[in-house]
């Protein structure tokens, strides 16, 4: 099975509202961040206080958790462009970060780390972090959706062979972006496979739900 690498998610429901938490704990993995992390503290609900407690926190590997979310690497890339610091609704950091990166183009000759099935993105928001004020902000949105999209095409291409498929299909709440669907959807058919979409039940939350009204209807008889 191919999957993101494993994340620290930092905070539980906080670091989902706060990215800029999960991108604290990214880099934290690779780098010094106290510096960038204390000026930044402002993007917090209680300023450099919190920021403190954060960096005590990853120091000390306390209330962190795991997780594989695409959603959140790109939220965490809004915040570290500075696009997005908090959410206000579902999906408003990945869609304002893929809304810049429209205005983007493919300037960093990166190509995706995959380690075994697993694709990394530590070395993605590394990257970006290092390219701040020499990449433009749209260009560095655009190289983080589509440093995603080659690899997971990457992963899934290989799987497909491997498994001896023909067609390779792109779900969950990621897949209502554009820009990663149009690059899975190249890659996928140039490597000769069906790529399949959703058209009629939505990606993510909306066919969950679909599909556990159609179940809960099989029950009720």
């Not at 010094?32 to 403190?52: C, D, K, V």
């Not at 655009?142 to 290989?158: M, P, V």
Request: hydrophobic share 45%.
């Amino acid at each position: 099975m191919a999957h993101l690498e494993k994340q620290p998610l930092l905070g539980g429901d906080a670091a989902t509202r706060f990215p800029i938490r999960v991108t604290a704990a990214i880099l934290n993995k690779t780098i010094n961040i106290e510096e960038w992390f204390m000026q930044n503290g402002s993007r917090l609900p209680n300023g450099e206080t919190e920021a403190r407690l954060i960096l005590n926190q990853l120091r000390k590997g306390v209330n962190l958790s795991e997780t594989t979310s695409c959603g959140r690497v790109l939220d965490a890339v809004a915040a570290l462009l500075g696009i997005c610091y908090e959410r206000s609704y579902e999906g408003e950091p990945a869609m304002k970060l893929e809304s810049v990166a429209g205005r983007g183009a493919d300037k960093l000759p990166v190509k995706p780390i995959i380690k075994g099935n697993t694709l990394e993105t530590t070395d993605l928001l590394k990257t970006i972090f290092e390219n701040i004020g020499i990449v433009s902000v749209a260009d560095l949105a655009y190289f983080a959706h589509a440093y995603l999209a080659r690899g997971l095409a990457s992963l899934a291409i290989e799987k497909a062979h491997e498994a001896g498929v023909a067609a390779v299909g792109f779900s969950g709440g990621v897949a209502c972006n554009c820009i990663l669907s149009k690059i899975i959807r190249e890659e996928i058919e140039a490597a000769g496979l069906h790529f399949l979409v959703h058209e009629t039940i939505p990606p993510g939350d909306g066919g969950v739900s679909l599909g556990q009204a159609a179940v809960g209807g099989f029950w009720s008889f």
